[in-house]
């Protein structure tokens, strides 16, 4: 069994290897593509096996828990894997297109599968230890492809990025030497009962806030966001976009885990400090929205205020929150990863990422608009795509627990989404060019399919999703039930159901 975890977990390695030693003739980046591809397979295999026998175990060299190395995937992960394959297949593909002979001669997709397998690596974990090694992986392959290219700004952005997410790292690790020396132990599974069981409660909270300030600052949530605003615009739009869709949710995935399955006995004060960041982080986040002049930074600081609405259903700490949570992560990954590849496009037609330098896209290519408004409309939560119902399940568990605050808040930051997205149409599409330029869609010439498929494909993942939502919706109820009652995880991780 433990194979439908290491086949996932092992391709985006190979594939590196692979893509690296070919890097010269230009075969890299198809090994890439059908790496990719091989992924997703893959994972749709790793999915089937978690919804047909519940948690899906491996122990490493048949090592038992909690003394080996642990891999598990329940519904969750599985989910979280599925989507980092579906997202790293459609940047790899458009990185066909962008990506020129030098910038993959140096290995750019080489990296790129080694952040993939970080990513995946991170999701399939047992292990707190092994999560901080993973989240190494992260960062060492996440500024490789930040710094290539060597631009000034890039250089900027990758000092910012790598500085406050070394302090995050740092953080983390000390958290896990406290937490070890106080429970003997790192495995999370073992934990839970360890945490439980410890008779230094007051060291547990203290080591939560560890904890919660180190996976909060991957996570970019309120004060911590700054490093991502100042790094996320400054790369190619394949690395932007990957970025965007899944370096955030990391950190998100990680809160969710630690403070549903480790520290889980003092919901009352972790929880309560939650809600306040999470309507901060949105409300930040959009403000800084609305300042921006450059589409790919607009979009960069809604990242953060997306964060702020999956940080509102861990507070809420409900079984209605918590599927919302989880609903609005699978909508959130998709739709971001689709804008900036949308912002990508838009960038090379217009010349500029600047919006005063931009313009007039829609009445020289009006199906583009289209597929823009397609994720700008999800985003903002126009139904019936998927945006709407994650929010309207956000919004329900919020009421149900007179939350009136909170609820306010997100309503009026997913009124200012809109109004976010609507500056970027009429700067970027509807007004005319500034140099009276029409771009055109056959401006991209042989590229157009590579570039265009990609946004396509996620778009009507996104249409199907909002159409008929209610299978996800009935995962995310899974999910959550999984979240909040862990012991099914538990058993399964530790052998105590066999």
């Known amino acids: 069994m433990s194979w439908y975890l290491t086949l996932p977990l092992m391709t985006p390695f190979v594939v590196s290897v692979l893509a690296f030693l070919a890097r010269r003739n230009g075969a890299g980046r198809w090994i890439a593509v059908a790496g990719s591809l091989v992924g997703v397979a893959l994972s749709l295999l790793l999915m089937a096996q978690i919804l047909r026998d519940g948690v899906v175990v491996g122990q490493m060299a048949d090592w038992p828990a909690p003394y080996g190395i642990t891999l598990a995937a329940d519904l969750l992960s599985g989910i979280m894997v599925l989507l980092t394959a579906i997202a790293g297949l459609a940047v790899t593909l458009y990185a066909t297109a962008e990506i020129d002979a030098e910038l993959e001669g140096l290995g750019f997709f080489a990296v790129l599968q080694l952040l993939l397998g970080g990513v995946t690596g991170a999701f399939l974990t047992g292990d707190l230890f092994n999560l901080y090694v993973w989240f190494e992986v ?95 615009h400054t790369p190619t739009s394949t690395v932007s976009a990957i970025f965007a869709g899944l370096l955030s949710k990391v950190g998100v995935y990680s809160l969710l885990r630690a403070f549903t399955l480790i520290f889980d006995n003092d919901v009352g004060y972790t929880h309560t400090l939650l809600l306040w960041i999470a309507a901060l982080t949105m409300i930040a986040g959009i403000l800084g929205a609305l300042a921006q002049t450059d589409m790919r930074r607009v979009l960069s600081y809604q990242i953060i205020s997306s964060i702020g609405f999956l940080l509102m259903g861990l507070a809420l700490f409900t079984p209605l929150a918590i599927a919302g949570a989880v609903f609005y992560l699978v909508h959130n990954i998709i739709v971001k990863v689709n804008l900036f590849l949308v912002a990508g496009v838009a960038e090379r037609l217009t010349g500029s990422s600047q919006m005063a330098r931009m313009g007039g896209l829609y009445k020289s290519a009006p199906l583009f608009g289209v597929l823009f408004l397609v ?95 209610q299978g996800l919706v009935l995962l995310s109820q899974g999910v959550a039930d999984q979240l909040l009652n862990p012991q099914a995880y538990v058993d399964a991780v530790l052998g105590t159901n066999q």
């Open 138 to 232: 992260l960062l060492i392959s996440s500024f490789g492809l930040l710094v290539m290219g060597g631009t000034r700004e890039q250089i900027d952005g990758a000092v910012k990025y790598v500085t406050l997410n070394l302090v995050s790292t740092i953080v983390f690790l000390c958290g896990l030497g406290l937490l070890y020396g106080a429970t003997g132990t790192l495995n999370m599974a073992d934990l839970r009962g360890a945490v439980d069981a410890s008779d230094q409660q007051g060291l547990i909270t203290v080591l939560a806030m560890f904890f919660l300030l180190a996976f909060g600052m991957k996570a970019a949530m309120f004060p911590l966001f700054f490093w991502l605003p100042a790094s996320y």
């Open 375 to 469: 994720p700008a409309f999800a985003l903002a939560g126009f139904p019936p795509l998927p945006g709407f119902w994650a929010k309207v399940l956000l919004v329900s568990a919020a009421l149900e627990v007179e939350a009136w605050l909170l609820v306010a808040i997100a309503l009026a930051v997913s009124l200012l989404t809109i109004w976010s997205l609507m500056i970027v149409w009429i700067r970027v599409f509807w007004t005319p060019h500034p140099d009276g330029i029409e771009p055109k869609l056959s401006d991209l010439g042989e590229d157009r399919l590579p570039l265009l498929l990609p946004i396509a494909g996620l778009g009507i993942l996104a249409i199907g999703i909002g159409l008929f939502p």
